[in-house]
């Protein structure tokens, strides 16, 4: 269980490694990344988070600090948090079924600011790096990496001509 101490230190590290807001474009799809929920206190969602519907008790444990908008709004709009029972980063994505709505990104904070870093770079600055993505980000963190929401993000990423 991560305290509040080490949470708000946690939360700190990201406001310092990562941008306020990333847009990244894959094929056709847009990605826009907010991470402005970073810079108050983490807190878990809240009804005002969501049109409609209950807050499942498996979605207290993720502290929120980003979401990340596909598609011009038009298609999932799933928030980042950190899972304080674990250390892990999560997605939490409200219009999944129940069973899938909380869903592995990486094994800890560091891991996924780092990942999020190397795909952002690769998108929008060095388009080379697309080359070989995926092997990179499971260096990352090997252990999260084959359950976790990356793998996917980069087999498309780089099977899908990008623009930034």
């Known amino acids: 269980m991560i305290e509040l101490a080490e949470l708000e230190s ?15 474009v894959v094929g056709e799809d ?25 807050i499942l008790e498996s979605w207290h444990s993720i502290y929120l600090f980003g ?15 950190i899972d304080v029972q674990t250390g892990e980063v999560c997605g939490l994505d409200v219009e999944r079924d129940d069973s ?3 869903y592995l ?8 600011i780092d990942t999020f870093l190397l795909v952002d770079s690769a998108l929008a600055e ?15 963190d090997p252990q999260a990496f084959p359950e976790g929401e990356w793998s996917k993000l980069a087999d498309y990423v780089q099977a899908t001509p990008s623009r930034a």
């Open 100 to 102: 899938e709505s909380v």
């Open 67 to 81: 979401d990340c908008a596909y598609a011009d709004g038009g298609g999932a709009h799933p928030y980042v948090g």
């Open 30 to 54: 847009l990605m826009d990344w907010d991470f402005s929920r970073a810079r108050k206190t983490l807190r878990p969602i809240q009804s005002s988070d969501i049109v409609g519907g209950e």
């Open 10 to 24: 946690l939360r700190l590290q990201l406001v310092k490694r990562l941008p306020n807001h990333a847009s990244w």
């Open 105 to 112: 990104m990486n094994s800890s904070v560091a891991r996924f």
């Open 126 to 140: 060095e388009p080379q790096l697309l080359s070989g993505l995926s092997s990179r980000v499971q260096a990352i």
